[in-house]
């Protein structure tokens, strides 16, 4: 790379923005194909497969599909479940880790190290592995509802989101970053007489912003895509999320024109919010790259 | 002089736990509880609802899961001693089922079945296992993982390099590449279906407009060979953007003087990516390692939207069978003892990279 005459160097660049834009084709080709297809009726959408024309918005182009992706599974609720439960599990994970990790990080309790050494360690156990045991335990939980007092928490929003508010990752993100933070800032307001509710509240958060924003996106992510746990506790459809809606449309025939739809209308959100904040989104992945 | 101020900040037990106080209650039982939970409960024959009481059964879930045994079988002979030969000439060998069912005389091969066999000097050589289904799903996850952690990783660390040239509008590049971590690999794999179905799958497509229809169309996803590969090829593709991000995290924290002093030096390219780069990301290397491992043995939701563990069991894995039978078949000691034996090969392996790295450094 050093020293390239000027001749070379346009020829060089080409040959570096043509590998570029070739790699870039080969992570874009498929969503780029689910967009294409979902606005082709089935018969089109089959046949296109074969030639280019599979990428491009072609022949009978029409939203007919979204129509009837709508028509046949009810859409509108996947959608406001995913959102529920993802919104209610983010805005509750970062409030109650960011809590914990303001005691981890600046007070000193008996017990304190031992706890955060357990709770690093438990990065290392797969949320899989856990997972059978965990039928068990919501399963016997206890639970008030509009029907009165049941024991069993399956086919809830709250079996959703309660087992996923407190994670070590985000903990962990969260102790990170507070311990960078000048420690006279809080032995300041400790003089002041402030108590540690006000300091958490008045001087942490308010200099937190992009840790909160990482552990956000991280968490949005997770519990957007979540598939195994809701396919387990979520028979029932009045609380399935997008991504087990989606068994509806595997039912009797499959019309794969509704199917791109519908994944579009999954995705396509979510994509448009990464590539608005991609630098967070980036950054974020990055941030958890500290930790070796 | 920081004395009045230390001792204000050290006493603060109460407050202290009371503030990780919920996320000590919620991990203890939602984390460290059914964590505990697997190993109690894969020594019983507890299912999720069953009206008869849990009983403590031992090893016994782990003996049906891992036993092994190896049968050799002589081949049969006739009244005078000559061996049986069938139409193609190959010497006839008893069926394996005569040894394993009901045989008084082989008590120990009693319910297990043939996994795999070959033919040595004459005798038929069979491995049995209690659990054959098991056994290919311990086997594909291994598999799995050993070419998926560094075919990923390495493909990973190409991208971060290509990525982190300045370029012009380089961002744009690395905001694609890293486009499907986004996306649900729920999605990612329904739309895979596609690329590879066996009629008119554009990889088929592809491949056969470059070899001007000289490729015959596969059924990747059908067939015993190529299911297992074309789910590792899918999984590469959506997870080594995630990967990509951290090589180039710890690239950036290479110092540019570094670089510098090698240009001095006249080194070549290769060599500054030998004796430069690479020392400086010995760290990243190890987190991306065990990362990249720790996902890929949690393989399940391709396994479940593109071929449910077929064709032939060939892309089995050991989430797949864990759910399989803990949730479908509600058989939760089932389910348990195989997650308590895929964890302890996720501790095990987490813990061999890692003294693996330290030591050579």
């Not at chain 1, 190290?113 to 990065?123: F, N, Q, R, S």
């Not at chain 1, 206890?142 to 989101?161: A, C, D, E, H, T």
């Not at chain 2, 319910?111 to 311990?138: H, K, P, Q, T, Y």
Request: net charge positive.
């Amino acid at each position: 790379m050093a020293a390239v005459k000027p001749a070379n160097r346009g020829v060089n660049l080409w040959l570096r923005y043509t590998l570029l834009t070739f790699v870039a084709l080969i992570f874009i080709f498929p969503i780029v194909f689910m967009v294409v297809s979902s606005l082709k009726p089935d018969q089109q959408l089959l046949v296109d497969t074969g030639s280019l024309r599979a990428f491009l918005p072609v022949g009978d182009i029409s939203l007919n599909n979204y129509f009837e992706a709508f028509e046949r599974a009810p859409v509108g609720l996947f959608i406001f479940n995913s959102i529920l439960i993802t919104g209610v599990t983010v805005a509750l994970s970062l409030f109650v880790c960011s809590f914990g990790a303001f005691s981890f990080a600046f007070l000193k309790w008996r017990g304190r190290d031992v706890i955060l050494a357990i709770i690093i360690a438990t990065l290392i156990v797969p949320f899989e592995t856990i997972a059978i045991p965990m039928l068990l335990v919501v399963n016997n939980l206890p639970m008030v509802s509009s029907s009165g007092f049941k024991i069993g928490w399956l086919n809830s929003y709250q079996v959703q989101i309660v087992p996923f508010i407190a994670d070590g990752l985000t903990i962990f993100l969260f102790v990170q970053y507070f311990r960078d933070l000048p420690r006279e800032l809080i032995e300041a307001a400790r003089i002041d007489g402030a108590s540690w509710l006000q300091i958490y509240r008045r001087v942490i958060v308010p200099i937190s912003g992009p840790v909160f924003a990482t552990a956000a996106i991280l968490k949005f992510l997770a519990m957007y895509n979540q598939y195994l746990w809701p396919l387990m506790v979520a028979q029932s459809e009045q609380y399935r999320p997008v991504m087990v809606g989606l068994q509806y449309f595997f039912q009797l025939n499959v019309a794969w024109g509704e199917v791109m739809a519908y994944l579009t209308v999954i995705t396509l959100p979510v994509l448009v919010f990464y590539l608005f904040l991609q630098r967070a989104f980036i950054a974020s992945i990055a941030s958890t790259g500290i930790k070796g | 002089m920081s004395t009045p101020v230390r001792s204000k900040l050290s006493s603060a037990t109460g407050a202290g736990w009371g503030m990780a106080a919920p996320v000590i209650g919620l991990l203890s039982l939602f984390l460290i509880f059914p964590f505990i939970l697997a190993f109690a409960l894969s020594f019983t024959n507890q299912r999720l609802i069953s009206p008869n009481p849990t009983e403590f059964i031992g090893m016994r879930n782990f003996e049906q899961l891992l036993g092994l045994n190896v049968l050799i079988i002589e081949p049969e002979r006739d009244g005078a001693g000559e061996l049986v030969r069938n139409d193609a000439g190959e010497p006839a060998y008893p069926r394996v089922r005569t040894f394993t069912r009901n045989n008084p005389d082989y008590p120990q091969y009693q319910g297990m079945r043939e996994w795999f066999a070959w033919n040595f000097r004459g005798d038929r050589i069979v491995f049995l296992a209690s659990d054959v289904i098991f056994m290919r799903a311990l086997t594909n996850t291994f598999l799995f993982v050993a070419v998926v952690a560094p075919v990923q990783g390495g493909l990973a660390l190409l991208l971060a390099l290509l990525i982190n040239q300045k370029l012009r509008g380089i961002n744009v590049y690395r905001a694609i590449y890293f486009m499907p971590v986004v996306v649900s690999i729920v999605v990612v794999s329904l739309l895979w279906r596609f690329i590879y179905d066996g009629n008119d799958g554009l990889l088929n497509n592809i491949l056969s407009g470059l070899t001007f229809g000289a490729f015959k169309p596969v059924d990747w996803l059908g067939e015993y060979g190529t299911a297992l590969g074309a789910i590792m090829g899918m999984s590469i593709w959506q997870a080594v953007g995630f990967h990509m991000v951290i090589w180039l995290s710890g690239l950036q924290t290479i110092p540019e003087t570094l670089y510098e002093a090698a240009d001095i030096e006249g080194a070549t390219a290769t060599q500054k990516f030998r004796y430069v780069t690479w020392p400086g990301l010995r760290n990243t290397a190890v987190l991306v390692l065990i990362v990249i491992t720790m996902q890929a043995f949690a393989l399940f939701a391709q396994i479940d939207v593109m071929t449910r563990g077929g064709p032939l069991d060939s892309t089995q894995t050991l989430v797949f069978q864990a759910v399989i039978r803990g949730y479908e078949k509600q058989d939760i000691s089932g389910g348990s003892a195989i997650s308590v034996i895929l964890f302890l090969i996720v501790l095990s392996v987490s813990l061999l990279q890692r003294y693996l790295v330290r030591t050579k450094n």
